[in-house]
C-alpha cells in the first residue's frame, strides 16, 4: 500500500507544480519586446496574473509601440500598468465600427460595432495605468474607442488617449474613474459614457467642429464627469466646438476652474436635437477662465454654480469612500 501511494504522489506533485506556475505569483512583471523581460506582449503578463489577486501586481512596460488589443477582464483586478516613458511606450491598434471581422464573431455579426471597436478594454477593478499611451489609429472613419474602461476604482495618470470619434468610453453608472494629467484628444463625442469620472488638470484637445463629451449619466447618479482644472485646447481648423450634448437625458458634466479655448462656442451646450433633454440634462460650470469660458450667451438649461454649491463638489462627494489620491 505504501509503494502504492508513494506511486501515486509523485504525479499529482508534478500537476501541482504545473498548475502553481499557470499563473504568476511575482508582484512585479516586465515586459519588453526584446525578450529582455517576463513577457513580450501585455496581454501574456495580464493573463499571468493570479485571477482576482489579492495583493497589488505592478505590470512594468518597457518602451515600444504594441499591437494589441488588450482586454483586462473582470477576474483580473488590483494591476498597474507602468509605462517607462509616456510617449514612447504605446498601445494601439485600428478597429471601428463598421470595419469587417475576417469571420463572423460568437454573435454572428460579421463587422465591428463601436463597443468592440476598442484598443484596450478594462474589465476588472482598482487598475491603475500610468506613462502609457492608449491610441486607436484607425483614422477619421467613424466610432473608434481607444480607451474603453467599466472596472471601478480605476486611476489614470499622465497618460495619452489619442483617437477620434468616440476616444474614451467610460462605461457602466456603477464605475468610478480618475484621470490625473492625462491628454485626451479627439472629434465628436470623444469622451462618453455612463460613469461617474474626475478629471484633474487634463489637457482636452478638440481636433475639429463637434462635441467633446457625451455623457449618459442615469437618473439616479449624482455626478457623471467632472473637469477640474482642464484646460480645453483645439486644433487651429476647430472654431466651432460645444462642451457636451447628452447622450442619454440625465447627462451630467461640469467644468471648474478650467481654461477654455477660444473654440468653444458662446452657447456652450447642445441638446442633442432633442429638446425635452433640456429638461433632464445637469450642465453647469464655475470659475473658468480663457476666451471661451465668457457665460452671458449660454444656453438658459445650463447652470453657473455658486459658490456654495461649488463647494460641494469634491473628490469625497463624487467618488463616497474611495479616495484616488492615496492609491
Known amino acids: 500500500m505504501k509503494k502504492y501511494i508513494r506511486f501515486i504522489t509523485i504525479p499529482l506533485l508534478l ?35 493570479r485571477d482576482f489577486t489579492y495583493f497589488r501586481v505592478t505590470i512594468f512596460i518597457r518602451k515600444g509601440i504594441y499591437h494589441e488589443k488588450l482586454c483586462i477582464p473582470s477576474w483580473k483586478c488590483s494591476i498597474t500598468l507602468e509605462g517607462e516613458d509616456r510617449d514612447s511606450t504605446i498601445i494601439t491598434n485600428s478597429d471601428y465600427s463598421g470595419k469587417p471581422y475576417p469571420g463572423k464573431d460568437a454573435s ?15 474589465e476588472g477593478d482598482d487598475i491603475i495605468a500610468e506613462n502609457l499611451t492608449f491610441e486607436n489609429a484607425a483614422g477619421p472613419v467613424g466610432q473608434a474607442v481607444a480607451l474603453h474602461v467599466e472596472g471601478d476604482r480605476c486611476i489614470f495618470r499622465n ?10 468610453y467610460a462605461g457602466g ?32 484637445h478638440s ?3 463637434s462635441f467633446i463629451t457625451a455623457a449618459s449619466t442615469t437618473e439616479g447618479q449624482s455626478y457623471g464627469f467632472i473637469f477640474s482644472h482642464c484646460s480645453l485646447t483645439a486644433d487651429t481648423s476647430a472654431r466651432k466646438v460645444y462642451l457636451g450634448r447628452p447622450w442619454r437625458p440625465y447627462g451630467a458634466t461640469v467644468f471648474i476652474h478650467s481654461t477654455l479655448g477660444a473654440h468653444i462656442l458662446p452657447q456652450g451646450w447642445h ?14 460650470e464655475y470659475e473658468n477662465v480663457g476666451d471661451g469660458a465668457a457665460v452671458s450667451q449660454r444656453v438658459s438649461w445650463s447652470k453657473q454654480l455658486t459658490a456654495k454649491e461649488a463647494k460641494n463638489i469634491t473628490l469625497t462627494k463624487v467618488f463616497g469612500s474611495w479616495d484616488p489620491l492615496k492609491q
Do not use: M
Open 173 to 204: 453608472a456603477g464605475s468610478r474613474q480618475y484621470y490625473k494629467d492625462c491628454y485626451i484628444t479627439g472629434t465628436t463625442d470623444f469622451i462618453f459614457g455612463a460613469a461617474t469620472v474626475w478629471f484633474e488638470g487634463c489637457i482636452i
Open 207 to 209: 481636433k475639429k467642429d
Open 15 to 49: 500537476i501541482l507544480v504545473v498548475c502553481a506556475h499557470a499563473q504568476d505569483t511575482r508582484k512585479r512583471l516586465v515586459v519588453a519586446q526584446d525578450g529582455t523581460g517576463d513577457y513580450q506582449t501585455i496581454q501574456e503578463a495580464v493573463n499571468a496574473v
Open 159 to 168: 497618460c495619452r488617449l489619442l483617437g477620434n470619434q468616440d476616444t474614451l
Open 108 to 122: 454572428g455579426r460579421d463587422k465591428f460595432g463601436t463597443f468592440n471597436s476598442y484598443t484596450v478594454l478594462i
Open 271 to 284: 441638446n442633442w436635437s432633442k429638446p425635452e433633454n433640456e429638461q433632464t440634462a445637469r450642465y453647469a
